[in-house]
């Protein structure tokens, strides 16, 4: 937060509900990774938004700068 520019960010929610915020961020690419590390959700998350979160349920988060390709059904690996 409070930042121009920044790098990827990876967050593992466990089995918490998942969802972000972007006040104070610019803008981002939110990534949003089941369990099973299948891309559930990609959105381009402008400042702002008090309430952010994926269509279906997640996991895992990337907050990167841009999204490097990434889409829907992708499966990573790491």
Known sequence: M???EFKPLFFDFG???TA???LFCPSFYAI???DKKH???VELVKPW???VEPRK????L??????GGVQVGDELRW
Request: proline share 11%; hydrophobic share 35%.
């Open 57 to 60: 349920p997640a996991r895992y």
């Open 32 to 34: 949003f990774v089941s």
């Open 49 to 51: 938004r008090p309430w």
């Open 62 to 67: 990337i907050e990167s700068p841009d999204s």
């Open 20 to 22: 972000i915020h972007s």
């Open 39 to 41: 891309v559930v959700h």
């Open 2 to 4: 409070l930042k121009r």
């Open 15 to 17: 089995a918490r509900r």
